[in-house]
C-alpha cells in the first residue's frame, strides 16, 4: 500500500510542490543554482530540484527520499550512502556523480546521462551509460610476489618482475611469454626450464644451472650470465645482453646474427 501511494505521489509531485524551501541558506527549488551545495547528512525528503544546477554538490548520507531531480544538472555530486528511494532522476545529467553505497531501491534513471558515475557497488559507469549503469570491469592481472615451490609449474604469461628466485628450483618450469624484468635467478637449478619469447631483460643468471634451458626468441637485454652452467642451452633468435639478435641454432651460447 504505501508503495503504491508513493508511486503516486511521485506522478503527482511536479504540480503539487511547487513552493520555495530554505535549508541551511541554500533555496531549495525548481532551476536553482545549487552548484557546490553541502546538503550532507540532512533530510531533504520529497523535495523539488526540477532542472536545478547542482554540480559539485554534496548530498552524502542525506534522506532525498521521493525527490525530484529530473531534467536537473548533477555532474560530480556526491550521494555516498545517501537514502535515494523513489527518487526521480530522469533525463538529469548524472555524469560522475558518486553513488557509492547509496539505497537506490526503485529509483527511476530514465534517460539520465551516468558516463564516469561510480555506482552503489564502487564500479565506474562506462561514458555511454544512459538511463542505466554499463559497468567498467578492470581486468584482473595476477601478481606473484613470492618464489616459494614453482618446480615443474606453468607460469607463463605471468607479470613476476623483479622476483627473488636466487637459488630456487625450477627446474622444468615453464615461463612462456612471462614478463620477468629485473628476476634473481643466481645460483638457481632452471635445468629443462622454459622461457621462450619471455621477458629477461636485467635478468641475474650468475651461476644458475642453466643446462637445457629454452631462451628462444627470449628478450635478454643486459641479461647476467657470469659463471652460469649453459650446457645445450638453447638461444635461437633471442635478443642477446647486447641488443644482438641470436643465430639460428645457437645451442650453448649466442652465436650472433651477422
Known amino acids: 500500500m504505501k508503495s503504491l501511494i508513493v ?11 511547487s513552493a520555495k524551501v530554505v535549508f541551511s541558506d541554500y533555496t531549495i527549488a525548481p532551476e536553482a ?63 560522475g556523480v ?45 601478481k606473484i610476489n613470492t618464489a616459494t615451490d614453482f618446480k615443474g609449474k606453468n607460469l607463463s604469461g605471468k607479470i613476476m618482475n623483479g622476483i627473488n628466485f636466487k637459488n630456487a628450483d625450477l627446474r622444468g618450469s ?16 632452471l635445468q629443462g626450464t622454459i622461457f621462450k619469447s619471455a621477458k629477461l631483460q636485467n635478468a641475474n643468471f650468475k651461476g644458475a644451472n642453466l643446462s637445457g634451458t629454452d631462451f628462444r626468441w627470449a628478450k635478454l637485454n643486459g641479461a647476467n650470465f657470469d659463471g652460469a652452467n649453459l650446457h645445450r642451452t638453447r638461444f635461437s633468435h633471442a635478443t642477446w645482453i647486447d641488443g644482438s639478435i641470436c643465430k639460428k641454432r645457437s ?8
Not at 67 to 82: D, M, V
Not at 116 to 139: F, H, P, Q
Not at 174 to 181: G, P, V
Open 7 to 17: 508511486s503516486i505521489l511521485l506522478i503527482l509531485f511536479p504540480y503539487i510542490v
Open 33 to 95: 543554482n545549487l552548484t557546490k551545495a553541502n546538503l550532507s547528512d540532512a533530510n531533504l525528503s520529497f523535495l523539488q530540484f526540477h532542472g536545478a544546477n547542482v554540480s559539485d554538490a554534496n548530498f552524502s548520507n542525506s534522506d532525498l527520499y521521493g525527490s525530484y531531480f529530473q531534467g536537473a544538472n548533477l555532474t560530480n555530486a556526491n550521494f555516498e550512502k545517501a537514502d535515494l528511494q523513489y527518487v526521480n532522476f530522469s533525463s538529469a545529467d548524472l555524469r
Open 98 to 142: 558518486n553513488f557509492k553505497g547509496a539505497n537506490i531501491k526503485n529509483t527511476i534513471f530514465y534517460n539520465a546521462k551516468l558516463g564516469g558515475a561510480t555506482w552503489k557497488n564502487g564500479l565506474k559507469c562506462k561514458d555511454m551509460s544512459v538511463g542505466n549503469c554499463r559497468y567498467i570491469y578492470k581486468k584482473k592481472i595476477r
Open 174 to 189: 615453464t615461463f612462456i611469454k612471462t614478463s620477468l624484468k629485473n628476476v634473481d635467478f643466481s645460483g638457481a637449478n
Open 251 to 258: 645451442n650453448g651460447k649466442c652465436k650472433i646474427a651477422k
